[in-house]
């Protein structure tokens, strides 16, 4: 496997939530849940995961009402970039080879 395939980051909500991060500086928490169409727990999970493993970062607020943003970090949106690079190789060998006689 390609060195940079991201075995952590491949996890189809991780991807998600990256992928929607990648062209924003801050994305509101509900706006990922609903754009998801997760649960606050389920997607609470995963963003704590993502910051554990430095590539995101969240930012709560107050004032004037409660908010939670996420942005990615320069960490992970390197993965990300990375990740995403090998899965467009994959997509290409595959679409070069074509279908396979049966």
Same mark, same amino acid.
């Given at each position: 496997m390609?060195?940079?395939f991201d075995e952590f980051l491949h996890v189809p909500a991780r991807? %998600?939530?990256? *992928? &929607?991060?990648?062209?924003?500086?801050?994305v509101e928490f509900a706006f990922l849940r609903?754009?998801?169409?997760? %649960?606050?727990? *389920? &997607?609470s999970k995963q963003l704590s995961a993502l910051a554990e493993a430095?590539?995101?970062e969240i930012r709560k607020s107050r004032a004037p009402k409660r908010?939670?943003?996420?942005?990615?970090t320069p960490r992970g949106r390197t993965a990300f970039q990375r990740?995403?690079?090998v899965l467009e190789r994959i997509a290409a060998a595959a679409r070069a080879d074509g279908p396979s006689a049966t």
């Amino acid at each position: 496997m390609d060195p940079d395939f991201d075995e952590f980051l491949h996890v189809p909500a991780r991807l %998600s939530i990256v *992928a &929607l991060l990648a062209p924003a500086t801050w994305v509101e928490f509900a706006f990922l849940r609903d754009t998801i169409g997760t %649960s606050d727990s *389920a &997607l609470s999970k995963q963003l704590s995961a993502l910051a554990e493993a430095g590539y995101i970062e969240i930012r709560k607020s107050r004032a004037p009402k409660r908010r939670t943003d996420v942005r990615l970090t320069p960490r992970g949106r390197t993965a990300f970039q990375r990740h995403a690079a090998v899965l467009e190789r994959i997509a290409a060998a595959a679409r070069a080879d074509g279908p396979s006689a049966t």
